[in-house]
């Protein structure tokens, strides 16, 4: 088992959200935002301005015309699209970040857009969840193996052979070798970071039982964005890991059927996001 | 295990290249010799696969949902969204190629199980009977268990070959 210390260090070396990041967040939360506080937050940080309209001005959207503001991003891609693209962007570089032994850091970023993707739409379908955090909270559910990937994989194997010691349970595994598990860790980097509230109790608790979901519903749309995308074949190195809890899509008051039209709902964005994975 | 004969394309001369990916709302099929069709990773989804050796011809179906009623007009644009609708399409378009439905061999990859959720299982169960309705036999099934896959089959020799998805977990 690694010390907390070494752990309590990476996640403190982690850099930070961007502020812009942080504000978007905090917009997106109120489902009525404005978009010209939003077109003011963004261009408040000229490098990601950049990065966005490139991304806007690619094939990834085959716009008609090229996008020179982030007003026109707006126009051209809509409020939500163009949040999705700023917390996407900003959100990689840590995913970018993981080599070695973790080796996967594409198959993770694919299962955080997929889970984002899927909250959104699980958030839209619910109405009880802002669709703009769900996302956020989707693609940031999993920041905590980012963190412990350099410790829980040092070996090729390593892990694995960690969970199938504790019968499969991968969080256990986790714990076994660092003294942490990701939902944990993740936490503390949300709090470091400081996400909104609903946004840390997501982070941390989207493996928990069902009675701390049922405090908070962001909670349960990441839970059920998580296991929708492993089913969607968008699985990280715990793919199956974990059971899809009844008392999540109880709170959400979603049947099958909702899951079925989220599933469809959201393949079309999961194949275009794919792009992304290629972007630097 | 379900391999008639384990390939991986990528060591084929002359075949990397020439690899068609199909995605989960996808089917695809081809006569050309050498041609690969790789699915994306598989979940809880269903691939069907069929080869028709003689013919040299086989296509791939990636399903999302077992029934175009759920969205007729979804289906109508997008069949293979639907194991239904989608196997039409599949057939259609191997008869197409040359092949013959009396001749076509199927193979299952993916229904992967998660606790608290019947999807794979009923994705499943809806392609045997779909198949069986059709007379068309299963010669293998990679199916079910908590394991992401990736469908391949080469066209000609008719080999079907499975591979871990990239980056994810190893098939058994």
């Known amino acids: ?280 | 295990m379900w391999l008639r004969r384990t390939v991986d394309p990528d060591c084929v001369p002359g075949v990397a290249e020439r690899v068609e990916l199909v995605t989960i709302g996808q089917c695809a099929a081809s006569a050309e010799p050498g041609m690969v069709l790789r699915s994306s990773a598989v979940g809880s989804g269903l691939v069907v696969l069929l080869h028709d050796t003689p013919a040299c011809a086989g296509g791939m179906l990636y399903f999302a949902l077992p029934h175009a009623s759920f969205d007729e007009e979804l289906a109508k644009k997008s069949p293979a969204r639907f194991l239904d609708t989608g196997l039409v399409a599949l057939l259609e378009r191997l008869i197409a190629a040359g092949a013959r439905l009396e001749r076509l061999r199927a193979h299952l990859v993916g229904g992967a199980d998660v606790a608290g959720s019947s999807f794979g299982a009923v994705n499943l169960a809806a392609a045997e009977d779909a198949l069986a309705a059709r007379e068309l036999p299963v010669e293998s099934r990679h199916v079910r268990g908590s394991v992401i896959r990736v469908a391949q089959l080469l066209i000609g020799p008719g080999v079907a070959s499975l591979g871990p998805a990239p980056g994810g977990q190893d098939a058994p």
């Not at chain 1, 700023?86 to 995913?95: I, K, N, R």
């Not at chain 1, 390593?158 to 969970?163: F, H, I, R, S, V």
């Not at chain 1, 946004?199 to 989207?206: E, M, V, W």
């Not at chain 1, 190195?237 to 974990?242: E, K, L, S, T, W």
């Open chain 1, 1 to 280: 088992v690694i010390a907390s210390d070494p752990i309590r260090a990476a996640i403190d070396a982690l850099p930070p959200l961007p502020e812009v990041a942080v504000r978007v967040v905090e917009i997106v939360n109120d489902p009525d935002f404005s978009t010209d506080h939003l077109v003011a937050v963004v261009r408040t940080d000229p490098t990601l301005t950049t990065r966005v309209l490139k991304l806007c001005n690619s094939s990834l959207f085959a716009l008609s015309r090229e996008v020179h503001t982030v007003a026109d991003a707006i126009a051209y891609l809509g409020s939500r699209r163009l949040v999705k693209l700023v917390l996407a962007t900003c959100s990689m570089v840590y995913f970018r970040a993981l080599d070695g032994a973790a080796g996967d850091s594409e198959t993770l970023w694919r299962h955080s857009l997929a889970t984002g993707i899927l909250a959104q739409h699980l958030g839209e379908r619910s109405e009880i969840v802002a669709p703009g955090t769900a996302f956020t909270a989707g693609i940031l559910h999993d920041i905590g193996k980012v963190v412990l990937a350099p410790f829980a994989d040092r070996s090729p194997g390593e892990l694995a052979a960690a969970t199938a010691a504790k019968a499969g349970d991968f969080l256990a595994g986790e714990r076994a070798l660092t003294g942490f598990d990701h939902a944990v860790v993740g936490g503390m980097v949300a709090d470091r970071w400081q996400l909104p509230v609903d946004l840390r109790r997501a982070i941390r608790h989207h493996h928990s039982a069902a009675l701390i979901m049922r405090d908070n519903p962001l909670t349960a749309v990441v839970h059920v964005a998580d296991v929708i995308a492993d089913q969607l074949g968008c699985g990280a190195r715990d793919a199956f890991a974990y059971g899809l809890l009844p008392e999540a899509t109880a709170l959400l008051t979603l049947a099958d059927d909702d899951l079925h039209r989220v599933r469809l709902d959201a393949i079309d964005e999961i194949e275009r996001s794919e792009d992304l994975l290629k972007l630097e």
